[in-house]
Structures are given as structure tokens and as C-alpha cells.
Nanobody, 125 residues
Framework: QVQLVESGGGLVQAGGSLRLSCAAS????????MGWFRQAPGKEREFVAT????????YYQNSVKGRFTISRDNAKNTVYLQMNSLKLEDTAVYYC??????????????????WGRGTQVTVSS
């Protein structure tokens, strides 16, 4: 089973940038779709972005398109989420997970497993 550890969160002013990392252990990493999700206080966890196993295909939630970029380095078993032009509403705990389905558009929580513990992102005004 793949184990995931997120890092890179922190406090940033609105308009700023952060890059999150998700380090994975396990031999199946390079063939797995990976996803980033987030959960804001008092809200349900929501999909942010997914990436195919070879890193060619990506898919984003509409609210982050053009601001966030998901990428991966299979040699390092790591997935990244570059977040630019951050907004107050981006404040959340960000999680990465392994996708069960062979499509980047499968974005339900139940389509993913091996969740990490998350990393807090706080955007201030």
C-alpha cells in the first residue's frame, strides 16, 4: 500500500504563492493517478486537481484553473501542487491521495485512497 506525506503548507498573504509536495512510498506510484483535495473549516473535503500516472494529463476544479498547477516527478515519487495568486477562500487543509480509477476526471473522494494526513494552508488578507 502506498503511504503519502504532504508538506509545504504555511501562512501566506493573499496573492502569494506556495508549493505543496506529496511524497509517496510504494512501487505502484508511477502508474497511479494522483489527486489533491482540500478541506476548509466547516466544509466537506473537495477535489482540487488530478494528474495521470505519466504526468501528461491533468484536471482541475474550476475555481483553481489558471492559478494552481499539479505536477509529478516519478523518479522522486513526489507529486506537487504549485499554488499562485492565492485567495482567502483557498485556506484549507490540503491532502493528496491515490486514485483507484483510470481517469483523471474521477474526482469523488471514494475514487481515492491512501490519504495523507494533510498540510495546512492559510491565506491572510
Amino acid at each position: 500500500q502506498v503511504q503519502l506525506v504532504e508538506s509545504g503548507g504555511g501562512l501566506v498573504q493573499a496573492g502569494g504563492s506556495l508549493r505543496l509536495s506529496c511524497a509517496a512510498s510504494g512501487r505502484t506510484f508511477g502508474s497511479s493517478i494522483m489527486g489533491w483535495f482540500r478541506q476548509a473549516p466547516g466544509k466537506e473535503r473537495e477535489f482540487v486537481a488530478t494528474i495521470s500516472g505519466n504526468g501528461v494529463i491533468t484536471y482541475y476544479q474550476n475555481s483553481v484553473k489558471g492559478r494552481f498547477t499539479i505536477s509529478r516527478d516519478n523518479a522522486k515519487n513526489t507529486v506537487y501542487l504549485q499554488m499562485n495568486s492565492l485567495k482567502l477562500e483557498d485556506t484549507a487543509v490540503y491532502y493528496c491521495a491515490v486514485g483507484f480509477r483510470p481517469s483523471v476526471t474521477a474526482t469523488r473522494e471514494t475514487d481515492f485512497g491512501s490519504w495523507g494526513r494533510g498540510t495546512q494552508v492559510t491565506v491572510s488578507s
